[in-house]
């Protein structure tokens, strides 16, 4: 465990991962006390977190790292209202069902990537402090204490007041709940300090406001900047959607490969806020990249150490053994859903599944069918010229059948034609 002397505040900001914070001396003091509790909220909109989410939790790790208690709360209770920050429109209410399950998805996760962080990890649900309050003990416990004034001049609210569809009394009193949440957690655990988002940073005022008028204590917050590129915008969006956290959502192999693609703009402020390499080895890496970007080394260090923290070891091994297919490597023991996603911008073709019985399916018919052979004498001589492959082996004899023994998995297979040509092969 770190010395309680460790300078946690300097660490965030040599990272740039301060956006706003309250007043700086009286944190470092704070925090300068082992065993502190620190709070960041994650809200179960889906039943899974995204790369969005990653500089929260990389903080929460960075928390436990320097000796204090990493509290991350899943907001059982304000997930049913919805948080407006950020929002241009009113969420959709989710069912009780669905917001069960999220919690239970979203909890698995947070403690996965904190398991190895080291200290005591708190992981809590405000529906447990808010189910079966009443609603005018509320107002009268809590809402007479927040003025309007303030709620409204919220950078949150103010904005969907100016648009046309506004904002609704639910998602308007979602400041209330979260700020009780930071009074609530600061009578039970002692957390002084909330971190999040630079979204954020009105709902985090008004729970130290709260505690200050509700009890008269000192809470503090921090809003980190969020994940965004170069361009200024959202990281963690592809064509095919949000990177998930969950593998059944983005595989490992997709996972990895969206930090092996960043952008080299993106590379080193990621390394910097997402990872705990040392900083000397982030500068070596920044030098190397500018001295040769196609080498990429930058981002295959970044996809390696995200990949670990969210997928473990053996994901690694897996996007690692995905990404050497697509150049090349043998391909053996795969499923069907990897070997879609790895070859998913190449050409594809199905066939019927008896066509592998029998005598099986001629090669040349195959190369020829899949386009990378323009006839089937073309094939011939690719196939005489070692040029064509199934599943990456070489095939020499032009009169080779394909049968089930050549799928790769339980009913797709891969031909290549020369070094990149590939096509992606399914028997229904």
């Not at 409204?152 to 209330?176: H, N, Q």
Request: proline residues 3%.
């Amino acid at each position: 465990m770190t010395a309680p002397h460790h300078d946690l505040l300097a660490e965030f900001e040599t990272r740039g991962l301060v956006h706003q914070a309250t007043d700086a001396a009286t944190l470092r003091g704070w925090l300068g006390t082992a065993g502190r509790r620190v709070y960041a909220g994650f809200d179960p909109t889906a039943d899974s977190l995204h790369v969005g989410h990653l500089v929260a939790l990389v903080l929460l790790r960075r928390v436990a790292r320097a000796g204090h208690e990493p509290v991350a709360l899943v907001g059982g209770a304000t997930g049913m209202i919805g948080d407006p920050s950020g929002r241009s429109e009113e969420r959709n209410l989710l069912s009780e069902e669905q917001l069960a399950a999220n919690i239970a998805g979203v909890g698995r996760q947070i403690r996965a990537v904190l398991a190895d962080a080291g200290g005591r990890v708190h992981v809590v649900d405000n529906a447990d402090w808010m189910r079966g309050v009443g609603y005018l003990a509320f107002l009268r416990d809590v809402g007479k204490h927040v003025p309007l004034a303030q709620m409204l001049g919220k950078d949150s609210v103010k904005g969907r007041l100016e648009r046309e569809g506004g904002i609704s009394y639910t998602e308007f009193s979602y400041m209330l709940l979260q700020a009780w949440d930071f009074v609530h957690l600061s009578d039970t655990l002692d957390c002084r300090v909330q971190i999040g988002g630079s979204d954020q940073w009105g709902n985090i005022t008004a729970g130290i406001e709260l505690g200050r008028r509700l009890r008269g204590r000192d809470l503090h917050g921090i809003t980190c900047p969020l994940l965004t590129k170069a361009d200024g915008t959202k990281m963690g969006k592809t064509a095919s959607g949000a990177v998930w956290l969950d593998p059944q959502r983005t595989s490992p192999y997709r996972f990895y490969q969206y930090w092996i693609n960043l952008d080299d703009a993106d590379a080193g402020r990621c390394l910097l806020r997402l990872t705990e390499l040392p900083l000397d080895e982030i500068h070596d890496l920044d030098t190397k990249r500018i001295a040769n970007p196609g080498a990429r080394d930058s981002q295959r260090r970044l996809a390696e150490e995200l990949t670990r923290l969210v997928h473990g070891d053996a994901g690694l091994a897996a996007a690692r053994q995905a990404t050497e297919i697509f150049f090349g490597a043998e391909i053996a023991s795969l499923d069907d859903t990897t070997l879609a996603e790895i070859f998913a911008d190449v050409p594809s073709r199905e066939f019927v599944r008896g066509s592998l019985d029998g005598e099986g399916l001629p090669l040349v018919e195959a190369l020829e069918a899949t386009g990378l052979a323009q006839s089937r004498g073309a094939a011939r001589r690719t196939i005489e010229q070692g040029g064509a492959y199934v599943n990456n082996r070489r095939v020499t004899d032009v009169a080779h059948r394909l049968t089930s023994r050549d799928l790769a998995g339980s009913a797709t297979l891969v031909l290549r034609s020369g070094k990149k040509s590939y096509a992606l092969v399914r028997f229904i």
